[in-house]
């Protein structure tokens, strides 16, 4: 049986027909004068047949790392390049993005809680709307890229749904080191379009409000290495870390909360291995002469830390993710080279 031929990608207004780019803006609501709120969208349409991608960043507005991942994508690759379509949506909150505000201005709503989305629902639900039916539901796959929330920075990590063999495939195809296993919140991008039969994966990287250049490589990397998995990009291979580990919901996973109020001594960084009982950071008062130690409560890795240092009680200091001997072995063994 011959291949199928390639076909336009179609939206409401438009197509982009095989062998062709496009970049133009898509409007998804109104301001308070009426004016067209439009999102910045680039269609990559390859001249042969293969698989629709989706990556998508910003439903977050302050969360920038990806919005560069995603943005060099879509201005460096061509038709040429793909056996298949690439759509990029680099902001999907820009309300949010021009207000460098998480959430939807105004309204105060997390457009990452809103999706599928409704064309009669709320203003973050019909958002979530015209941008899930016109260009989440034609695709093959999904990758979400995002950041921790302000304060805070991530290691780079994935967070996917492993119950469904087509989702641990995409994971597991982007090669980062840590994946994280479960569903995801109602309302997320990520579980409403696993939920409706389209693999999607968040990637979660770094901090808010900036762009940090070496994990924007290593996500780039990672997106080439699913696109060769999926046949949609060459002559680009999978890569296959050093090291993996996956945390299943068996698996102890945890935010350690502060126990006191003040200034934070963090003595680790995100991707850091702590040992039970060792101290993670010191919690003093002004004067230094209080003073509360915040231990491990197990043996793990760091997947995500504190970085503004003043705290409230039971304000989160950082993420631990517990690891299998084998993995934890392999960590002590590469840093212990790298300290060589």
């Known amino acids: 049986m011959s291949p199928s031929s390639p076909s336009a990608f179609t939206y409401n207004g438009g197509a982009v027909e095989p062998g062709e780019s496009a970049n133009f803006r898509f409007t998804v609501s109104e301001t308070y004068l009426g004016d067209p709120v439009r999102i910045p969208v680039t269609i990559i349409n390859g001249s042969s047949d293969g698989p629709t991608a989706c990556l998508t960043a910003a439903s977050h507005g302050d969360e920038l790392n990806g919005v560069e991942v995603v943005r060099t994508v879509a201005q460096q690759w061509s038709a040429d390049d793909l056996n298949g379509t690439v759509v990029c949506l680099p902001v999907l909150n820009v309300p949010g993005f021009l207000a460098q505000e998480r959430y939807l201005p105004i309204i105060d709503r997390d457009l990452n809680r809103a ?56 994971a597991r195809a982007f090669g980062s080191n840590v994946i994280i296993d479960g569903e995801g919140p109602s309302g997320s991008l990520r579980r409403e379009a696993t939920t409706a039969g389209i693999p999607t994966i968040s990637v979660e990287m770094g901090q808010a409000h900036r762009f940090q250049r070496s994990m924007i490589d ?37 935010w350690i909360r502060a126990d006191a109020g003040g200034i934070v001594d963090m003595h680790f960084t995100s991707g850091d291995l702590v040992y039970e009982g060792e101290t993670i950071c010191t919690i003093s008062n002004p004067f230094v002469t209080e003073k509360v130690d915040m231990e491990a409560p197990f043996t793990g890795l760091l997947v995500g830390v504190l970085e503004n240092p003043v705290v409230y009680p039971g304000n989160p200091l950082c993420r631990i993710v517990e690891l299998d001997d084998v993995t934890r072995r392999i960590i002590e063994s590469n840093t212990l080279n790298e300290a060589m």
């Open 218 to 254: 290593a996500a780039r990397n990672g997106i080439e290495s699913v696109m060769a998995e999926f046949g949609l990009r060459h002559p680009v291979a999978v890569h296959w870390p050093s090291w993996r580990t996956v945390i299943d919901p068996d698996r102890q996973n945890t």
């Open 115 to 170: 999706f599928r989305g409704s064309e009669t629902g709320t203003s973050a639900q019909r958002i979530a709307y015209q941008i899930y039916e016109n260009f989440i539901a034609p695709t093959d796959f999904v990758i979400d890229f995002h950041t921790s929330t302000r304060g805070r920075n991530n290691m780079l990590h994935v967070l996917a749904d492993l119950s469904e063999p087509s989702v641990d495939r995409l």
